[in-house]
């Protein structure tokens, strides 16, 4: 026995070692060429236009990939890819709250509101959309499963991140396709929300709805002198460990959560078991900064830095998740996908354009299309398309949809409404679920009408 388990280790080691090394080497070459590349003249110009240099380069790894026109990128390579949305994401949200002060509660807590309400509807609308489509459409046609209905929050808001760690839950619950089909509705997502999200900040460039951008800030300074290269690498060192302290904080948040769910068994525990780190890793951001600013060392953080970062990380996981998009896959199961991707997209579109000009008065189309961005790719891509509308954040959107995805990733996204929707539906049914999901919608809807209504006798409103 001991002998077949070390031989099983090292085939194991030297058969993934290579793609390993491959996959660190290529990870950091694109890494360098998003950071410089986008510095370039003809780079800003693209993403001036709503052209971002990470859908380019996503582009060129996809057809270089195992399933592209030319296959020079293995496919052991992509597949190590594939694990990394989950860690991309816990950097991208563990530095959203480092790099601003944090705003005042009563400055923030109506525009937070509206941003919520809006982030809402669309996640429960996709459950309603897409029990809709499975009750009416599918079964009758393909006699699918039911689970099916969960399919376009789980890839859309989710990604290939909760489409994995779901894929686990359905496999348990009798559902063996739900992990492929959740990563393709993931795939799907992930390109709508670039390709689509790009062409609406175009239309908004066009009608003047999105905020010219300016030339970045190429060097750290401190008050308008250049610093050093030791002084830069060590500003470099300092804000990597304040960010390692946020996802530390957000492992051990987690961990806790874990730890009690075990005391309750059952579904509990296995929600608990499934919660991703990211939502988490940004309330070790939140809590960092607190900190920093209880004991006057705020100076500590560059928020240029920590902005680069979190915008690399964005990129690198829209490029590395392109590389690797499994399109036999999305050929073989074509209908269902087809038809839940077209509902899903159709649903979020409306979203942005009739309820986010209701939750918002001023700067909808900046506010609406992050959670467009967040609805149908993930918080990463909802980010890119804020970077492209809105380069310097002078709407605030940043900080304010940074705090509603403090009070909403907990739950949608790869949450526990996620995690919970497949048992729920098992339990009550698809129709069950369905209807649920509606009177939610609708109850949101109605809260936002209210605000609106409220807001425009309120001159002193503010979104």
């Not at 993934?16 to 370039?40: N, T």
């Not at 409404?417 to 649920?436: K, Q, R, S, Y």
């Amino acid at each position: 026995m001991y002998f077949k388990f070390q031989n099983l280790i090292e085939y194991i080691y030297f058969s993934q070692a290579p793609y390993l090394y491959i996959s660190i080497g290529l990870l950091i070459l694109f890494g360098l060429l998003l950071s410089i590349g986008r510095r370039f003249e003809s780079a800003l110009v693209l993403e001036r236009l709503g052209i971002p240099i990470a859908l380019l380069l996503g582009t060129i790894a996809l057809l270089i990939g195992p399933f592209g026109l030319i296959t020079l990128l293995p496919e052991g390579v992509t597949n190590i890819w594939r694990s990394l949305p989950t860690p991309l994401l816990t950097l991208v949200f563990a530095s959203l709250m480092l790099g601003k002060p944090l705003p005042k509660v009563n400055e923030i807590l109506e525009p937070v509101t509206n941003q919520a309400l809006l982030g809402l509807l669309l996640g429960f609308g996709q459950y309603l959309v897409g029990g809709l489509a499975v009750l009416f459409i599918l079964i009758p046609l393909l006699d699918v499963n039911p689970l099916m209905g969960c399919l376009i929050e789980v890839g859309f808001e989710g990604g290939h991140g909760a489409a994995s760690v779901m894929g686990e839950s359905f496999q348990r619950i009798g559902y063996s396709n739900g992990l492929d089909l959740g990563l393709a509705m993931a795939t799907i997502g992930l390109l709508s929300s670039t390709i689509v999200g790009s062409l609406l900040v175009i239309v908004g460039r066009i009608f003047g709805w999105v905020i010219p951008s300016e030339s970045n800030i190429k060097n750290y300074q401190v008050e308008g002198q250049p610093l050093s290269t030791s002084k830069q690498l060590e500003v470099l060192f300092i804000n990597l460990a304040l960010l390692g302290f946020a996802v530390i904080i957000g492992v051990f948040l987690l961990e806790i959560i874990r730890i009690v769910g075990t005391f309750f068994g059952g579904n509990i525990q296995e929600v608990t078991s499934l919660l991703p780190v990211f939502p988490f890793a940004l309330i070790g951001s939140l809590m960092v900064r607190y900190f920093l600013e209880i004991f006057n060392q705020t100076d500590l953080v560059a928020e240029i830095l920590q902005r680069e970062i979190g915008i690399l990380s964005t990129d690198l996981l829209i490029v590395t998740a392109m590389a690797g998009l499994d399109l036999p896959l999305l050929v073989r199961d074509w209908l269902p996908i087809a038809v839940l991707s077209i509902v899903g997209l159709s649903w979020n579109l409306l979203g942005m354009f009739l309820f986010g000009k209701i939750c918002f008065q001023d700067k909808w189309f900046v506010r609406s299309i992050v959670e467009f961005g967040n609805a149908t790719g993930v918080a990463a891509t909802g980010l890119l398309l804020l970077r492209l509308s809105d380069p310097t954040d002078k709407t605030n959107t940043l900080p304010i949809f940074s705090i509603k995805q403090l009070c909403l990733q907990p739950f949608l996204s790869g949450g526990f409404i996620t995690v919970i929707a497949p048992l729920v539906i098992t339990n009550i049914g698809l129709i069950g679920w369905t209807e649920l999901s509606g009177l939610l919608t609708i109850l949101f809807l109605i809260i936002a009408v209210l605000l609106r209504k409220r807001s425009l006798f309120n001159p002193l409103s503010v979104n």
